[in-house]
């Protein structure tokens, strides 16, 4: 089958009014990465070669972003929004490339698995001119419903053309469909609007291919893989689903999730073998975690890579460009952004490093602020290996301080310090014997007169 050309046309051209929102609803996003975009992954990962993306309302900025999630899909604007066949034909320039497999997919239905295509494209390998890809649901309230007879499928009835009996099938069309390449314009063509709706439905092409004696089959994914979006509720449940499998094959390719249900990933989050992830601890986008690491509760990470053996949290935030190497330790309450934390190096407690590299085996004390921005420009904080900052420290950038170096704790430092040099950068502490007394004394009475001098 890897033989086999393929082109995913992905339909994206609904409005998707009950999103409420200024934005396409297939750029809103399920682990952070737009509906639409997880649809292309999907198409991909089941051998599509070739993409067509079918868009209208805000056409725009759908080809904006495809750029990013889809730079090869060719966009094709369907103008009036007259049914799903109709859409499919407004990449008719596409599907006439020649390709041996047409695979049908809808943007707004997110959790299709690569599995379910490939599925549907093997059978056309098989001889099939139509693959439809069904689910079954106790509730079929809403879908297309597979009518089957003697193990073909011979139609495909929408919900508001369906008789009584039709609404009890539980068979449903999930929407996908693969269609043979050499038939698929001739059969799309076919496709009338005399229904409920009056609109050009795709499944129509279910009856027109059984009649030309073509075959036509259904195969069964699970509920999930149809999964349509149409408001945020739905999208959450998305999430959700999406949440779960991830969780799921995170822990089955090593991962120890203590509390699998309160950890969220990230589409691209990379966690190897042996790490452990404590509860309630949130992965955005662009986060490499190498293997026995452990993130402890409530740590908030992104665009952070994370060697072997490092420990983080709990309550560590670390932001873009967080380099943490082999052994390296950020504590709680914690921040870090665009900053390399090298081997073994210890930021423990209520500090901020931004704009910094922390040499290997230093230890920054609690408390300790790399100043890293005067109010227009960053600037750099490099801290050699070994080096000790006591706590209560601020390193104003641009400053080095060398390897070895120690910092008293409490320290304004404003100027570099050299290798294994000593560096005090606050006032000389000064103590008066009985003087605390004395101040005490004078307030109080002080306070004393003033209540006084009120009744
Ligand atoms: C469709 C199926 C139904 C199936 C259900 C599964 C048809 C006729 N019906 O119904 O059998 O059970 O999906 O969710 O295919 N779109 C366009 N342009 C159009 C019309 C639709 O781009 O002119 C896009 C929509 O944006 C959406 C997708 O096609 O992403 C599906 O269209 P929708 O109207 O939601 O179809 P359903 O009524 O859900
Ligand atoms: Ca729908």
């Not at 599509?48 to 080809?63: F, K, N, P, W, Y």
């Not at 509730?139 to 597979?146: A, E």
């Not at 890293?372 to 600037?379: C, E, I, T």
């Amino acid at each position: 089958m890897s033989q086999r050309s393929c082109l995913s046309v992905i339909l994206a051209a609904g409005e998707g009014t009950r999103m409420k929102s200024a934005m396409p609803k297939v750029l809103h996003a399920i682990a952070g990465l737009p509906m639409v975009a997880h649809v292309v992954k999907a198409a991909e990962a089941a051998g599509a070669t070739g993409l067509a993306l079918v868009i209208g309302h805000g056409a725009d900025e759908m080809r904006k972003a495809a750029q990013k999630f889809a730079p090869k899909a060719e966009t094709f604007v369907q103008e009036k929004r007259l049914g799903t066949a109709h859409a499919v034909l407004a990449a008719r320039e596409a599907i006439s490339k020649g390709y041996d497999d047409i695979l049908v997919m809808f943007g707004d239905t997110p959790l299709i698995d690569a599995q379910a295509l490939a599925a549907a494209r093997q059978k056309l390998a098989e001889g099939a001119a139509v693959v439809v890809i069904g689910f079954r649901t106790p509730n079929p309230t809403g879908y297309g419903r597979l009518i089957e007879r003697r193990g073909k499928l011979v139609a495909i009835i929408e919900e508001k053309d369906c008789s009584e009996d039709e609404k009890k099938i539980t068979f449903c069309n999930a929407g996908m469909m693969a269609i043979a390449g050499d038939q698929a314009l001739q059969l799309l063509e076919k496709v009338g609007n005399d229904n409920a709706k009056g609109e050009f439905y795709l499944t129509d092409i279910v009856e027109i291919a059984g009649a030309q004696g073509l075959s036509v089959v259904a195969t069964e994914a699970s509920f999930e893989n149809a999964l349509g979006i149409n408001n945020r509720a739905e999208l959450a449940e998305a999430e959700r689903v999406w949440q779960a499998r991830r969780r799921r094959e995170a822990m089955l390719a090593g991962v120890t999730l203590i509390a699998p249900e309160t950890v969220y990933f990230s589409h691209d989050t990379e966690i190897g073998a042996d790490t452990i992830v404590e509860p309630n601890v949130w992965f955005g986008p662009g986060v490499r975690i190498a293997s026995a690491a452990k993130i402890h509760a409530f740590s908030h990470i992104e665009g952070a890579t994370i060697a072997s053996n490092c420990d983080v949290g709990p309550f560590a935030r670390l932001r873009p460009g967080a380099d943490l190497r082999n052994k390296a330790k950020v504590g709680n309450f914690c921040e870090v952004k665009q900053a390399t934390i090298e081997e073994g190096a210890k930021v423990n407690h209520l500090t901020y490093i931004g704009d910094a590299r922390v040499g290997a085996a230093a230890n920054i004390g609690a408390g300790t602020i790399t100043c890293n921005y005067d109010g227009y420009s960053k600037f750099f904080t490099d801290i050699g290996e070994g080096a000790f900052v006591g706590s209560n420290s601020s390193l104003v950038a641009p400053v080095t301080i060398g390897k070895g170096g120690y910092i008293a704790s409490g320290s304004v430092i404003t100027e570099s310090v050299p290798d294994d040099a000593l560096a005090f950068g606050r006032a000389r502490q000064k103590t008066i014997p009985g003087k605390g007394k004395e101040l005490r004394e004078r307030f109080a009475s002080a306070a004393a007169a003033k209540k006084k001098a009120a009744e």
